[in-house]
């Protein structure tokens, strides 16, 4: 029998327990077809000697923004400001090169690298030469506008939302500072992005997933809320795909803003027009679950707590919309054939959680329902969540990235429960990789290596029972994110019949941290999509 391609003197961390290692692999079309014995007599097309490198399953972040992402790359960083004049230095030299009158976009702003202090929006018109800026806050629930562009927005300090804020100082003139639904003011004027923005946007964010190995990612949140950045996002997606900008295997999750009513003769449906839901696409681009976003975040301090921030005892966050009202949507939208991923971050939210995932138990969903971050979950919670069949999607890079200010705004003890990832095993829960890039860092190895010590930037370790062994680590972001994903069976692990996606990296991830290691390649359904190894010459386009 003849086969497209096989991969010789490689050192399989297969992720299939029945065969833990291999050494050599045959790939037919996009799959792989035979693993060491079961190759001989095979005529390969050709054949690759790997020179022992160590091939794993390509990553999966299960949670990460793409468009999003892509666009960052694009915009002024603030991410390495470490103080207020940097940060105008650095807006400055970016609004430079702009027209005047044009808008200075930046991102990557976080108040834990300004010792607490936000931009003044006075100063910000200094820096851009009165061009209109808007820093997006790396949480993704907050920005910071500056004066002209709040006089190009015509904000007062008087506009009231549900769920979100016009921040106000003491005399109730705005700050610049838009929390949560807020943000709609400046949304509204800059959205939507462009079909061709998108697929830039796309193409930027790919190039950078096929250098570290990841071929598979789901943007958590498409289409519509304060998360969308087009009502055709998916649109553009396809032209993306059919550009072939997505190097990497997409899933995407439609906003829960854009679902609608839609009678069919006696039903009614919540959902898309023309009715697709979860599951629809195929393995380049597929319909994930919808996201519903329950509450905000830790670092903004939005995340709705049962008892209150450390810092402000009186605050405990708020829901992003009526309680009751989130309820009922999220379980017409699972009744309607919808996955739920919900972004819950405080102990209310996940209250609120579970009692969505108790009511539509005995609906089967098309792929797993699952809960966005998890930022504190009790001991009673997490046993509910196992009890559910129910996974927490948590990014453990956070640790790494905001684990000093999380635990000044939730003190000690919740540190204990917050983002888990070892306890969700010990409980019996499937656990994913992911990143929530551009919120934080998103390189696979990078992240892998926060999993396993959960260190903060001061060197604290956050959580400590939470870690994860390498084993575990490398685990959750290959099969793990495959399962949770609704991809178990087709991809996560290298074994006859899985889809042939791999990282192939200069040494095993699991001796010394990951990110020691190397990505040399990256395979996508037997397509070299990154090569630095010169391994693969001659592969590329097969
Ligand atoms: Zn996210």
Known sequence: MKVDLLITDAEFLTQDPARPVAHTA???GDRIIALDADCQGLRPRRTVRADGAVIVPGFNDAHAHSVWFGTSLLEADLSTCQSLPGLYEQVAAHARAKAPGEWVVASGFNQMDTGGEYPDPSELDRASGGRPVWIKHTSGHACIVSAAAMRAL??????????GRVVVDEQGTPTGVLEETAMALVHDYMLPLSDRDIVEALAAAHRVYAAEGLTSVTDAGIA????????AELGAYQAARQEGALAARTQVMIASDVLTDIAAGEETFHGLPTGMRSGFGDDRLSL???KIFLDGS???NTARMSAGYTNCPTNHGYFQADPELMRTRAVRAAKSGWALAMHAVGDEAIDLAIAILTEVRGIAPPLPHRIEHGGVVTPEQLETLADLGATIVSQPHFMRAYGDGFRGYIGDERTH?????ASQLRAGMALAGSSDRPVAPGAPLEVMTSAIHRQTNSGWVYGPEERLTPTEALRAYTAGSAHVTGWAGQKGVIAPGYLADFAVLDASPLDGDPNQ???LSTLVGGEVVFD?????EGTVGR
């Open 26 to 28: 045959a790939v037919l």
């Open 154 to 163: 015509a904000i007062t300090g008087s506009e009231r939302f549900e769920g």
């Open 224 to 231: 519509g809320g304060w998360i969308g950045h087009s009502p």
């Open 288 to 290: 994930g679950p919808v």
């Open 298 to 300: 830790i670092l903004g």
């Open 417 to 421: 429960w917050s983002f888990r990832s």
């Open 517 to 519: 290691r190397r990505v």
């Open 532 to 536: 630095e190894s010169r391994l693969w």
